[in-house]
């Protein structure tokens, strides 16, 4: 990886290679920041490439959107869109839709167009496909100026995300969210220590399995259920083996026991806050909260 | 119904013809105890009855156990079984089975027989299918003096809830659990009031929703989520609107709202017993607990 | 006690001697609304004595109010006032203060008829010692006004409590509060029964035991911890004997517990609501709500 | 300080010099262990001091259990002690007794003498002045060999906690605890900031105020309320200025709040652990538990 040092020394073909590709299809938005070099934080940069692109003429900024492929459109199936598109697709599971989820985004894609003239652009590294689906139609209801406005600003959390992994360096801008759980057994007064636990996604009526782990010596697991990347928004459910935990200490909770499999339902709003979810319990109460 | 003083008064005819169907073609079980009345409770005329079964040759025990049609088995499917067999099996959904899961209780039916030659008995009120499954599954296991005990044990509960339903008086068994919860949202310091809940039992890992209902002004619910009647054994979840509570008086709480839909998930272990399951929430926090 | 409808009935001088002492040495209220009766409603009667006073003569009511005795002055001390009054001061604690609680009585007393040109009225059983002196400070901020306003509010909130202990019938006024409690074993699943409780009052920085009880067999106390009154407003601890609940079922909690009396601090401010506050605990844990 | 390289390379004066002060008026025991140098660790060296101690004649065991001073006793009061037990007692509040407590310690002291010939050794850093107490009542009970035992364990706790202050070095044994918290307020899903919080210790039957703080930005205090010492086993009272927090966020909570200062009261019966007590509130309710 880059350093900022590097780059400041770069010249402007060496620059425009390295970081060009940090605007889709829009290698300009670096040629046109070239000449404010040297910077001093990786954010100042940034700022300065989306000044480049908010101070453009209208015709540069609406073709540069144009170069933005439709989500989970035919381009994407047919593979002509560049790697970073490819990969932030893929990583929110556009690329394994039912066909019947297909042709919602390709309705969706098709009224957007025609309403607003260009393509629907979210940074869906920040989304599950339900909260994707939701911005879509919310979205669908704004006046042109707002949604030229939210255009930009989603391309700004795209840019920022594909910045900071080309380049290193002082004042990188915070992108990641964190997601992390504790259990304390207050039955028994400590950490409850190697208890199972499962992340899902809950989308389309469905719940995709994340994460399995366990609980280490603190009650804690060892890596965030989520971390170094953006929490993407939409509703999830944590699942706890509460029942096989008081079993294996021969506590009785009844036959079948009071509390089995403990499900914690909650949503994510916001991609780069620390989501802290933990469960206290007995084999006969449980509580959970927004933690810090 | 009949009272417990009309029974008392009645000859034998008349006797046998009132209660003599509480056991399953076995109107002998009611001929035996008619000159042991007058009966001063309604559990002193079941445990005469029960002593009948328990005293009789072992030969009429088997053809009365014999007489028991097969859980959700052909004579169900044909229609060929008593009326009370029938209400019995169709409350606990055994009457909507998917060809899959005819086909299992068939295999487990067949296997039962084989081992200890008379049809699986089990009081179908105190049980959802998951568990009629699972006690199956346990009971096979056992040897033949712990199963045949088990059957009587069976036979006891399914007649109790039959005379309980035919004959009033003095000192009814307790044949009826009660399922309740309670809203109370420590956000406002308040019950919660209007908060729609969904119960829903958990059976081959499928949610069947059993009541649908809304909190009143104190928190609860008007009826009990189940009453009057035998808590069947099994896997539930409770289900709070807990997101449109707080929508609906302007709380802030996200977008999409840390909380939304609140699951808890319980077990049922005793059919006679009180559950109660409150929620304390807040947009932020929620907590359950076994009560009373 | 009368009933409304003997009430109804009586010509003046009974209706007077019945309930004119409502009224501070003032029978000429129930004089006035003689001739109004027959009364549907106590409230009806108690809303139509307060109407005299409103509408009376600003001089009458001046004198009306002269006619209360000083709280806590000399001449409850001497017994110069009359046996409700006693009464009503005695069960705030009003006879028992210390030589400088006395002077500081005196001293506000003093201070407000100064301001106002009438003795501080207070409907004394609504209140706790803390509660009188802080309602006390804050009046003597009011305008002559206002203060005439609260003055005759605390007279409807007195009166209203002696005319209830002397007149049974329809719609009665809501007067009583209650405070209650309930402790939940969550360690065990079940109520803690034969739990020690104390209710203290706090006061002058003192706590003022009112309260000794045990948990019964439903985790609840006999009778509430305040009922058949108005909750007193101010500042309460309720201790539960956790560390001996637990020593007695050979739970192990540490040596000392973790958890030996469990105080909960709480403050009431509605005398006619219904305070709950239950307690839900393990060894390890406890938490306490509003509840209802 | 010295290092544990440096004391393995010291000379016999030298070695019981730094070291010999350890154990109370018994440099011997230094000079019996100089032999066995190098030490690998802090933790090696201690318990070679404490096998000399146990493997000595006992004549001179009884001598060296005879060396330490009363506890609170006139040797105390008149300073003829060691700057170490000075040091120690006083920071238990020895040294600031009522005339009835010093009575109490010396009638005690008597007592404990007159049964085991030797003066209670107890580590008083380990306990508050109340767990002293009952340590005192509960030893007087013991046998002589089993308190024989106690008193060296004892003053194995007290050698341990002098030698780490005078070296420092690989295998540190551990000899502190920690008190924490963390206040989350669950009615607005943040730590809550800028909260007042008061540690009191209760001994005989009073609070001492131990620590006065604040929550910092992450609803923790900046410093542990104790650490970097054992914590004294005994009962702690933690205050919570709920009421200003919510009253300061003008969040309504009836006048006077519903909760004002929240007292969580517990005992610390492990003076190496970790008790992290945490508090969750809304204006309506609180929790809290032994964290981790």
Known sequence: ????????????????????????????????????????TISGLHDA???????????????????????????????????????????????RLSDEQFSRFHLLNEAYRARFGFPFIICVRRHTRDSILSQFERRLTHDAAAEFETALQEISYITRLRLVTRVAGEGMPRVDGRLSTHVLDIHAGRPAVGMAIELYELSGGQFYSIVTTVTNADGRTDQ?????????????ELRFAVGDHYRSRDVPSGDPPFLDVVPLRFSIAEPEGHYHVPLLCTPWSYSTYRGS
């Open 1 to 40: 990886m880059l350093t900022l040092a590097d780059l400041n020394r770069m010249d402007m073909p060496a620059f425009e290679a390295a970081i060009g590709p940090v605007f889709e299809r829009a290698p300009w938005v670096a040629a046109a920041v070239h000449a404010r070099r040297p910077f001093a």
């Open 49 to 95: 490439m989306m000044d480049a692109v908010r101070t453009a003429p209208r015709e540069s900024q609406l073709a540069f959107l144009h170069n933005h492929p439709d989500l989970a459109g035919k381009a994407a199936r047919l593979g002509a869109i560049t790697d970073d598109s490819k990969r932030e697709q893929a990583g929110a599971g556009l690329d």
């Open 224 to 236: 965030p259920l989520i971390g170094d990347r953006p929490l993407p928004i939409g509703r999830y």
